[in-house]
């Protein structure tokens, strides 16, 4: 396989439609825009459907309608629009069905700018909609993971059957880097569960999320609730750089996590030891390692694009052992290596 220079937009779409994705819809809003762009040039071409809505309300209804039929089918758009999504979503979550949400993140709250940003953290891992339910959520740090995890993102979205969310940043939607994408990657699984017309072989399907009976709507939601046990046993993912004999440990994902890595580089040429964990799940948060960690290390130093958002989850899977500080730029604004170096100096000197 041979490598081509692609932008993260651009990586997300081919990677999904190696991935078997033949259903798009969404509605353009930057920086996400060239994915519907490249939906549209390339799905008539593959016998596939791009369908720009009328509104991200309709699009993300019509991404129920075809993953209720059973097929692999996608979504992007960038926060303001996955604002507008969260009710639907809420409904796929509602109804079990598998299908991916991108949100390629800008400033927020409100039309806020377009410049990248990671402070839909709360939304993304949160819930977002009305009720109780998770997404499963990756966070790609350079173009080859944004196609690596739109494909696996396929994937986790059947064998669980629920809707996943690949949550980038204006950064990485945008950057241009070299990727690998394979030949084919198809692993669609079979789903007795959809509405595809029974060919009188069957009892119809009924894909809903309405349950008027109280008794049947909390076991259903227990039962949810166990499958994402199951999913935080076996689906967190992480990366440790320069961990193994660190005395302070940095807490970043995406675009806050390549920066950061520079600051723990330069760190360790000044003598100090301190090392690197990136959550590449959000949901499920890499809690167990963070918790170990907190026995280790003297402090962590959480780096964002928000005014601190994913420093909760870390205060909570380290139970407050050590101290957390924030490193931080919001509005669209990126923290320099520089920035990042200065706080983990702070660090060591607040928490000796």
Not at 115 to 143: C, E, N
Not at 190 to 208: C, D, L, S
Request: glycine share 8%.
């Amino acid at each position: 396989m041979s490598k081509v220079l692609m932008k993260g937009n651009e990586a997300i779409a081919e990677a999904a439609i190696k991935a078997g994705c033949r259903h798009y819809f969404g509605y353009p809003i930057t920086p996400q825009t060239e994915i519907a762009a490249y939906m549209a040039k390339r799905m008539p071409k593959i016998g596939g459907t791009f369908l720009q809505a009328e509104s991200e309300i309709s699009a993300i209804n019509m991404v129920y309608g075809v993953a209720g039929a059973g097929f692999r089918v996608m979504t992007s758009s960038s926060s303001p629009g996955v604002s507008l999504k969260q009710e639907g979503i809420s409904y796929i979550a509602g109804a079990d069905l598998p299908a991916l949400i991108v949100n390629v993140q800008r400033g927020g709250p409100g039309l806020g700018g377009i410049q990248p940003s990671q402070s839909d953290y709360f939304q993304a891992t949160k819930g977002g909609g009305h009720g109780d339910y998770r997404l499963i959520v990756y966070a790609p740090a350079s173009v080859q993971e944004m196609a690596d995890y739109t494909i696996k993102a396929f994937d986790t979205a059947d064998k669980y059957r629920m809707p996943v969310m690949l949550l980038a940043d204006g950064t990485m939607g945008q950057m241009m880097e070299p990727v690998e994408l394979p030949e084919t990657t198809v692993q669609e699984i079979e789903k007795p569960w959809a509405v595809r017309g029974t060919q009188n072989k069957r009892k119809h399907n009924i894909i809903n999320s309405l349950y008027l009976n109280p008794e049947e709507l909390e076991r259903t939601n227990i039962e949810r609730f166990e499958k994402y046990k199951v999913i935080e046993e076996n689906e967190c993912l992480y990366e440790e750089f320069m961990m193994d004999d660190a005395e302070y440990c940095v807490v970043a994902f995406g675009i806050a996590s390549r920066i950061s890595k520079n600051a723990v580089i330069e760190a360790r040429k000044q003598g100090v030891k301190v090392g690197l964990i990136r959550p590449i799940t959000l949901w499920p948060f890499p809690n167990k390692v963070l918790k170990q960690t907190a026995d280790k290390v003297k402090g962590f130093l959480s780096v964002e694009l928000s005014m601190g958002q994913m420093i909760e989850d870390v205060r909570l899977a380290t139970e407050c052992k050590k101290p957390v500080k924030l490193c931080s730029r919001t509005g669209g604004m990126i923290p320099s290596p520089e920035q990042v170096l200065e706080s983990i100096i702070n660090l060591t000197k607040e928490a000796k």
